[in-house]
């Protein structure tokens, strides 16, 4: 008697605890929205333009890779998305298209696809991207060259460029309510520290990014600026002002948190995460760059490997 | 099934079933028309005439392949040979699978009985093999890798499974019986008794073995972990446990042992545990080689295409495709998933996520070792990524966010391995 049911066969085990792939970017789309919705406010309507721009031509790349590599399409899967989210928030308002544009490519098709896709990518490809970009179009990656046609009820230039050059004199009237609250010059989503904290605590508590790397990563930063502060008061600013001035708490949460290119045992990511952060500050206070976040992080995903190999030694290895 | 939870993603919890509080009496499966015993095949010859079509059994024959010894196992009941078709089990192990018509009544074959007075070892390899729970009694007796502990584990090996405990603790005196016979049949004296210690709190009796306890907490009664928590040390690279000189055996086997032996047969009921489509528990008993469907319609658990049927339990029970397949002396429980709980691994690659690296009990690099394992670099990952620290419990698979199937990446890497190595040897 042959039985005529077909049913399913695989490999143990038979459970899983339902998580995937595509949840863990939507949800991390979702923790971006409140700083979002706060810069599109602040920067109106020529971030809508950038921002839909960026994730729209994001898409557009990865379907047109899987396409041309025969490639099941991965659009689904949302990381597209988030790659093209995250670029944007990073740019200021008035990136003219053709930036928007070859930035998404070069995240998607270099700084993701290139490397290997999902999972194999050493560096953030959005970061990779933005760094190509500066290196390659300085003037229009400045964001107080290119928001100077902007009018704004608040201090219309970057705060951390203005500390830089002038001392922490020059911030000395930029309330750190205003920095909070996302009143600073900045790229689109990465003004308003309040709502980047409250997307981050929401990853966090879902599990989906592992608290040590932000909060090593802020400890770090902070700790460093305060040791710049105390040796020399007129010349560095404090921590509070670096932690909410520039990228700092966008990178945080959304870029140094990105698995494929941080580690994930314990100790690696309280390493990586304050690494990251004392090397922001070196850049910040000692470096040329004014912000230091986007080359900070590429260090740290080339030292990640190297990080990660510190481990726990596995059950009944002796060596 | 746990899902994960809305907050967080804490470790995974998962208890071994204790049987303390209800102590279910097993339902008795009737005889079915047919049953399938797989014996071992040795290929390339014919089979004997004992088990030629036609030739009539009796229940607790000893039927082997071919005459003049070689692997055997007990008709577990009395009828008529039907048919013979080759069978091909887990990892490529040849078996024939024969069909027996079976007759009401059961005549049984006495050989053993004369046997009872002397336990050897050849007794347990003739007609043990395939008794409930059974064990491959063969291993005893290699000269090679002289044995010098077993250990006998009263614990289920997976989640939700009772049968193994169920024995343990409602024919205590048999599974003593079962373990002195052992002790003089093989002149072995230390024997480790392993159970979940709080199966066992209020127990005070006597054992004449060396009783340790381990958590209930999956997944300290797997086999590779028992060994771990007695002697602290791992398997290596192309080890077994009897080449370190290590015997397992399960409660279940022993206690037959013990039954055969006072009562003059060997069992030939299976204890399972089947766990219907909404996890409820039934413990059966049923012949060995009853087709599974018959069970599933007896206790009302409809079958439907695309549901899935799972020997063993949720975590390292393996699939089959059909409900004819027959229950077999180790089949410890029946798994039944409603095709709308089935969650279906996917092809995408490690996002690094390191959910396994927080979930793994034995802290194998899993992130790192699946990489090379489907690159196929089974020897790399030995070498650099610890694959011989895992102990197959399938949690990082549980937990995996790219859905990779990890566990059968793991078993197969061991498996190619422990092939290569046998090749190696028979070319030196
Ligand atoms: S690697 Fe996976 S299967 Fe092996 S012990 Fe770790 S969690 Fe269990
Ligand atoms: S859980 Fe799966 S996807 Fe995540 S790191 Fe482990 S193997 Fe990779």
Redesign the pocket.
């Known amino acids: 008697m042959i039985s005529q049911k077909k049913f399913v066969v695989s490999h143990a085990p038979f459970w899983h605890n339902g998580s995937g792939v595509p949840e863990r970017h939507f949800n991390a789309i979702i923790a971006t929205a409140p700083a979002v919705l706060m810069g599109l406010g602040y920067f109106g309507i020529s971030a809508v333009a950038a921002l839909c721009l960026s994730v729209a031509t994001a898409i557009g790349w990865e379907w047109l890779f899987c396409l041309i590599s025969k490639r099941e399409s991965t659009v689904a899967d949302g990381q597209a998305i988030l790659i093209g989210l995250i670029f944007g928030m990073l740019l200021p308002a008035t990136a003219p298209w053709w930036l928007v544009v070859t930035g998404t490519f070069l995240a998607i098709v270099v700084g993701k696809q290139l490397f290997g896709g999902i999972?194999a990518t050493p560096f953030h490809p959005a970061v990779l991207s933005v760094a190509i970009l500066t290196a390659s179009w300085k003037m229009y990656m400045d964001i107080d060259a290119q928001l100077v046609n902007l009018n704004f009820d608040f201090t219309p230039y970057h705060p951390l460029v203005a500390a830089k050059a002038f001392g922490s004199q020059a911030i000395s009237d930029i309330s750190i309510c205003d920095l909070m609250i996302g009143k600073q010059i900045g790229g689109i989503g990465t003004t308003c520290g309040l709502a980047l904290i409250l997307g981050g605590v929401y990853l966090i508590l879902r599990g989906y990014v592992r608290w040590q790397i932000p909060v090593s990563f802020i400890a770090g930063l902070c700790i460093t600026a305060a040791l710049f502060h105390l040796a020399n008061p007129e010349k560095y600013a404090g921590p509070i002002f670096h932690l909410f001035a520039g990228y700092t708490l966008f990178a945080a949460f959304f870029l140094i948190t990105d698995?494929s290119s941080s580690p994930?045992n314990h100790i690696p990511m309280l390493i990586y995460g304050a690494l990251g952060g004392v090397i922001t500050m070196l850049i910040r206070n000692v470096g040329t760059d004014a912000d230091g976040i986007i080359f900070a992080v590429l260090l740290i995903n080339i030292c990640n490997p190297l990080i990660d190999k510190i481990r726990p030694k596995a059950v009944g290895k002796v060596a | 099934m746990q899902l994960k939870s809305f907050f967080g993603s804490p470790k995974p919890e998962f208890r071994y079933e204790l049987l303390s509080t209800a102590f279910p009496e097993p339902m008795a499966v009737a005889l079915p028309e047919t049953v399938t015993l797989l014996i071992p095949e040795q290929p390339g010859t014919a089979p004997c005439q004992a088990i030629k079509a036609g030739a009539k059994v009796k229940t607790g024959q000893k039927l082997s392949w071919d005459a003049n010894g070689g692997p055997s196992i007990v008709s577990s009941v009395t009828g008529t040979i039907q048919s013979h078709t080759p069978y091909t089990g887990d990892y490529g192990k040849k078996f024939a699978a024969i069909g027996i018509a079976t007759e009401k009544a059961d005549q049984w074959d006495e050989s053993f009985q004369s046997l009872t007075g002397e336990p050897t070892v050849q007794t347990l390899i003739d007609h043990f093999s395939g008794a409930p729970g059974g064990a491959d009694f063969s291993k005893l007796t290699d000269p090679g890798k002289p044995i010098k502990t077993i250990v006998v584990y009263g614990g289920d090996t997976d989640l939700l499974v009772e049968t193994n405990l169920f024995v343990l603790k409602s024919r205590i005196s048999a599974v003593m019986n079962g373990v002195k016979i052992l002790k003089s049949a093989t002149g072995i004296d230390e024997i480790f008794a392993v159970a979940p210690s709080e199966a066992f709190q209020n127990y005070d009796g006597h054992f004449e073995a060396n009783v340790k306890g381990v958590p209930v907490d999956y997944p300290a009664c797997q086999p590779l972990m028992i060994y771990y928590q007695l002697f602290g040390k791992m398997l290596e690279q192309g080890q077994s446990f009897e080449d370190t000189g290590v015997f397992f055996i399960r409660a279940e086997a022993v206690g037959a042992i013990g039954q055969a032996f006072s009562q003059g047969r060997v069992p030939v009921e299976k204890i399972l545990t089947i766990l219907d489509k909404s996890q409820r528990k039934h413990l059966v008993s049923a012949r060995i080689g009853t087709p599974i469907g018959g069970i599933l319609k007896m206790l009302n658990i409809s079958l439907n295409d695309r549901d899935r049927i799972i020997f063993g339990g949720p975590m390292t029970g393996r699939a089959v495709y059909s409900e004819q397949q027959p229950v077999q002396f180790d089949t410890d429980a029946i798994l039944v998933q409603d095709a709308n709980d089935i969650i279906l691994n996917s092809d995408?690659p490690?996002?690094?996520?390191?959910?396994?690296?927080r979930t793994c009990p034995t802290r194998v690099p899993?992130?790192m070792l699946?990489r090379f394992l489907e690159a196929g670099e089974y020897q790399d990952g030995a070498d650099l990524y610890d694959l011989y620290s895992c102990v197959e419990c399938g949690l990082?698979s549980y937990?995996?966010?790219?859905?990779?199937p990890?566990l059968q990446y793991i078993k197969l890497a061991k498996f190619e391995l422990a092939r290569m190595t046998l090749a190696e040897e028979k070319n030196d």
Do not use: M
């Not at chain 2, 490690?350 to 690296?357: A, H, M, P, S």
């Open positions: 999972g698995d994930v | 995408y490690c996002i690094n996520c390191g959910e396994c690296i899993v992130n699946i990082c937990v995996c966010t790219a859905r990779i990890i």
